[in-house]
């Protein structure tokens, strides 16, 4: 039974049903359910069953190697996940307008344009247009310090 | 009944819905064009901005997108060869041939006016058989709803997969487990939270839907380096030909048509199975019964071969809303979306719908026909404009994509925790993706997830903890027996692929 990355995926999850087999014995029942012919734990026990079943059919049964995953651009896919991620650490502090261009800029500028008038073109009219949208036409209340700040938005 | 037509001819008529169904298959269109980004997402990215809307026009919107979406995936399958949707990659086997030979212009016609007559003739089929079977419907029990819940989860996972129905199953227990997260509907005992305040309520599903299917393909672009070859000068007019098809052309659609609209709607209406079978079904079935001259235009621009799959994914569409509307099950991952979304409006579809919210029922049905309208009249001589879209660089659509995808998260819950765990679902999604683990199974498992253990936790009450409910009523025992059938199957398929490996 050689290693690929299907039986190393189908492990993890074998694994995963395992510990929330034991996450859902260790789920708290009131007292007058614990004998109950159903409680809180007992769909998540039937679920771990299936799960710990098929991934163990999966990691026995697999055959055929995987493609290399080495061929594919991971840096720049684990780069925008960072630039997602920071999206949403600033979207509250600094505000919607003002972190959203950023993201674009940045994601834009990372991803090969160096064209400037198409730079700023696909980003601030367009958070415009979306913030206007939502903010003037379907009232979709949107905290936004900076506009608030300039006096666009109350 | 005639009551709830005229309702729900009123409402989809009133003006404000009309604008909703153009704008649906408007958006739609240009979303399913883009490679990758189906119809999952492009109703995802419609829910928060449908939050302020009644049910029945939020609905009629996302029905127009679904089409839509359709309707933009042919276009690019037809162009580019790169089908964005599923559903139409057989669209791209006469399709694209007919387009390199300078007959696009024709190509886009003859999927136009086959997804129309293939969308109409289905929308008379549900109108007809909508009613009956949710008049039949009243009459499951828990049991029965657990039931066909179980067979359609099994069926998705052994019609979606492509051949991956233990990966396919592994995702369906996943996406059981993900709906355990939080509070039980009926204790209110929290489940899986880990403390955490922000998984108390559970996962949101659309953030579910839009980190595995929105953001991992915008990921995926850039992961597996997609580039497309097209450029804004390709979608003129000169460049595109005629849109008129001859008489014989039409005499040669006309019979195919007829055949293949009523398989796309059995097929879309079964659980699971949805528009890419019935697209693949069509075209093959239509190259059975050819005869030996037609046969071997197959592959190579035949109208018949263009015709049959695009007419049965339309019909599959709507078919697929007969068992969201009657029985409140989704048959494919994107009535999956359409149920969480009716679900987040607080209408819950099922038999009662149809007594209840008859202007939700019909109007939608109703609204169907007018989608198709709008795809043919407004969608197809604006197609050289559209078509631009598959113009715009990656460098410019990820981000974009990206940014949609967050907003729409964000928009609901302004909270930036569902923005990080977004992000993590996306990358694992995108790993899983690569592995071949298909994720409609992980939407569907997570949307049925609470409705099956509400009518489990009934059905064991009533009989005492037994399973005997399985075999004791006839429906259950049918389902049951079909269950068994299903499985059966998936492991001859995989005894009988062994051997010939």
Known sequence: ?154 | MIEGIWIGINTAFSGYNIFMVMIGCFAGTIIGMLPGLGPMSAIALMIPITYGFDPASAMILMAGVYYGAIFGGSTSSILINAPGVAGTVSTSFDGYPMAKRGQAGKALAIAAYSSFAGGTIAAIFLLIAAPQLAKVSLSFQSADYFALMCVGLLSIAAFASKGQFLKAMVMTAFGLALATVGQDSLSDITRFAFGNINLMDGISFVLLVMATFAMSEAFMIIFKKIEINFKASDASIDKLGSIKLSKDEVKEMVPVIGRTSVLGFLVGVLPGAGATIASFLAWGFERSIANVKDKLKFGKGSIKGLTAPETANNAACTGSFVPLLTLGIPGSGTTAVMLGALLSFGVQPGPRLYVEQPEIFWAVIVSMYIGNVVLLILNLPLIPYIARILAIPKNILVPLVLFFSVTGVYLISFNAFDIYFMAIVALISLVLRTLNYPMPPLILGFILGGMIEKNLRRALLINDGSFSFLWERPISLCLFILMILIVLLQIYQGIRKRQTK
């Open chain 1, 1 to 154: 039974m050689g290693i690929s990355y299907t039986r190393i995926s189908a492990l993890i999850f074998l694994l995963l049903f395992v510990i929330y087999s034991y996450l859902a014995g260790e789920i708290k029942v009131f007292v007058f359910d614990e004998n109950a012919d159903f409680n809180a734990r007992t769909f998540p026990k039937l679920i771990s069953y299936l799960g710990i079943i098929v991934s163990f059919l999966t990691l026995v049964l697999s055959r055929g190697a995987d493609e290399p995953l080495g061929k594919y651009e991971w840096l720049k896919v684990l780069v925008l996940f960072v630039l997602v991620f920071t999206y949403g650490v600033i979207i509250k502090s600094i505000g919607f307008f003002i972190s959203t261009n950023l993201f674009l800029l940045v994601s834009y500028y990372y991803l090969g344009l160096r064209n400037y008038k198409v730079l700023l073109l696909c980003s601030i009219p367009v958070v415009a247009a979306l913030q206007f949208m939502l903010h003037g036409l379907l009232d979709v209340y949107i905290r936004d310090p900076f506009l608030q700040l300039l006096g666009i938005i109350s």
